[in-house]
């Protein structure tokens, strides 16, 4: 970490819709604010990679069913526990102020676009054909968490009422969203006197320059690089000593790879 680098102890929390670029805004504002980047979505993906390769579990929509929410509840309330215990985070995550709020220990920002904006974005990647598409991705998150926890994230004034920072990034480009952050975040009370509005926008310009059209993976490697990301398995060794009764609930294939007890696939 770059040690001459002002820092805030208000930690940022970023959340938004399927296709607004939430992942690549969060990856860089994590190198523009030298903050610790936790994606909660990696240890999802950790352990869907891992069951694909097992013969022991599969990942049949029933098995789905059942750890997916319970996995889930633990992930959210992780979340909740890190945003107001730790410093120097940068967090993305489907539900975050959600379930806190505004807290003067939590910056959230919500990331929306309209649905043509989010399809274009989406097209420009490469990535229509091979996902599920935009509207049952919508579908099924909204689903998922009415379920959880009865909360629509679709819900704008739920939004309004729970996220400090709104940005529609429809027609926004990536460094207009950037600068508009920086702008919010820096003029925090919290954060006068700690961070210069005018030198992290020098310091933004510099990483824009220098990831402008670079894959999220490369952003992603060089903040490794850099220390300033958590892994998968480093976020569930931690899940595993924070709450460890669920951890012994889940089913023993998944309560292994939280304990490290199985190989885990990156």
């Known amino acids: 970490m770059n040690q001459t680098m002002p820092e805030s102890e208000i930690n940022l929390a970023l959340t ?3 296709g607004v670029g939430t992942s690549t805004l969060t990856l860089l504002l994590a190198h523009i604010l030298q903050k610790q980047y936790i994606y909660i979505g990696s240890v999802f993906r950790a352990i869907n990679n891992h069951l694909k390769e097992t013969s022991s579990v599969g990942l049949t929509p029933e098995f789905e069913a059942t750890i997916q929410p319970m996995i889930g509840r633990t992930m959210d309330n992780y979340v909740d526990h890190v945003l107001l215990n730790e410093k120097g985070i940068i967090l993305e995550s489907d539900l975050a102020a959600f379930r806190i709020g505004k807290n003067p220990k939590v910056y959230s920002i919500f990331i929306k676009a309209n649905l043509e904006a989010r399809k274009d974005r989406e097209k420009a990647d490469g990535r229509v054909g091979v996902e599920t598409s935009i509207e049952d991705r919508d579908a099924s998150l909204k689903r998922e968490y009415i379920k959880l926890w009865d909360t629509n994230i679709f819900d ?3 939004i309004a009422k729970k996220y400090n920072l709104i940005i529609d990034n429809s027609n926004l480009s990536v460094a207009e969203e950037v600068y508009a952050i920086l702008e919010r975040y820096c003029s925090l009370p919290q954060n006068k006197g700690i961070l ?3 030198s992290l ?10 990831y402008h059209k670079k894959t999220k993976a490369k952003i992603k490697e060089d903040l490794d690089k850099a220390d300033l990301s958590y892994t998968e398995t480093e976020i569930m060794t931690d899940i595993a000593k924070t709450f460890p009764e669920d951890i012994q609930s ?7 790879l939280f304990l490290g007890l199985t190989d885990r696939i990156a």
């Open 196 to 198: 210069n509005y005018d």
């Open 250 to 256: 889940f089913p023993k294939e998944v309560q292994n």
């Open 156 to 158: 704008e004034e739920l």
């Open 201 to 210: 926008v020098l310091r933004a310009k510099n990483i824009l320059r220098k």
């Open 16 to 18: 938004g819709w399927p």
